[in-house]
């Protein structure tokens, strides 16, 4: 398994308060699921499981292969790509929904955004609807708040055991910085630590229904992703072809 399917698993794997909403929109749309960013299959597999057919879009050609190890013999199509790239699939075609999980939008910048939302409009059937998750800020916590300290993430693979610590969330004008602490313990004992650091761009979901509307999507609704002790919420932004 790559570097990057371990720490997806470790820092993701787990995470389960999205898929409610997901799989509400899937089922309402009753066609071709687009996940753009899909990783190593967390939202993308569980879809496909309720009998979906999904096309997973991952720009780390790594982790597409590994979802496509998993996905075995489901109905889900792992593609290696970027989510600015997907009105150029052919995979991507007459999709009645495409989503966004775990604020896909915020790693792109302006001009890709407007990439990828006007690729969207190509490939999305007449009254299909795209759905991207923002984080929602007034849901992020000071670690400082914490009654107890958040447990790290953890997973045992093949002898070695893997953690991830939150070491804190920055709020900039511009960004959202968040910090974790990674660790790999090897079989034998040896440990090997290194900071790793994430950065989403702060965008509102006016600025992303706007941005949408410019691509000829207009905006539906908005649905919410509650926050957890530890974990911020989400605002999902629902966009409908015309």
């Known amino acids: 398994m790559s570097d990057s399917a371990v720490w997806q698993d470790v820092e993701f794997g787990s995470y389960?308060?999205?898929l409610p909403i997901w799989k509400q929109l899937a089922a309402e749309g009753a066609g071709k699921v687009i996940e753009l960013g899909s990783g190593s299959g967390r939202v993308g597999r569980a879809l496909a499981q309720d009998g979906h057919e999904v096309v997973a879009?991952?720009?780390d050609g790594e982790l597409a292969s590994e979802l496509r190890r998993r996905a075995g013999d489901m109905p889900l199509t792992a593609v290696a790509g970027d989510a600015t790239q997907i009105g150029e699939l052919a995979?991507?075609?007459?999709a009645m929904l495409v989503i966004g999980p775990l604020q896909l939008a915020q790693l792109l910048d302006a001009d890709e955004r407007a990439q990828m939302l006007a690729g969207v409009a190509r490939c999305l059937a007449p009254g299909g609807r795209c759905a991207m998750a923002l984080v929602d800020e007034a849901t992020l916590v000071d670690r400082a708040s914490f009654e107890a300290e958040p447990r790290p993430d953890m997973r045992e693979i093949d002898g070695w055991v893997?953690?991830?610590e939150p070491l804190w969330v920055q709020l900039a004008d511009d960004a959202l910085r968040m910090r974790?602490?990674?660790e790999r313990v090897s079989p034998e004992?040896?440990?090997v630590r290194k900071v790793h650091d994430d950065v989403l761009l702060r965008v509102a979901p006016e600025q992303l229904e706007q941005e949408a509307e410019a691509?000829?999507?207009r905006p539906a609704e908005?649905?919410?992703?509650?926050a957890n002790e530890y974990e911020a919420g989400s605002i999902v932004v629902v966009l409908e072809a015309p």
């Open 16 to 18: 389960t308060a999205d």
């Open 57 to 59: 879009v991952e720009r």
């Open 91 to 94: 995979e991507a075609g007459g």
């Open 162 to 164: 893997y953690s991830s």
């Open 180 to 182: 974790r602490l990674r």
């Open 189 to 191: 004992g040896d440990v």
């Open 215 to 217: 691509a000829g999507l």
């Open 222 to 226: 908005r649905r919410t992703v509650p």
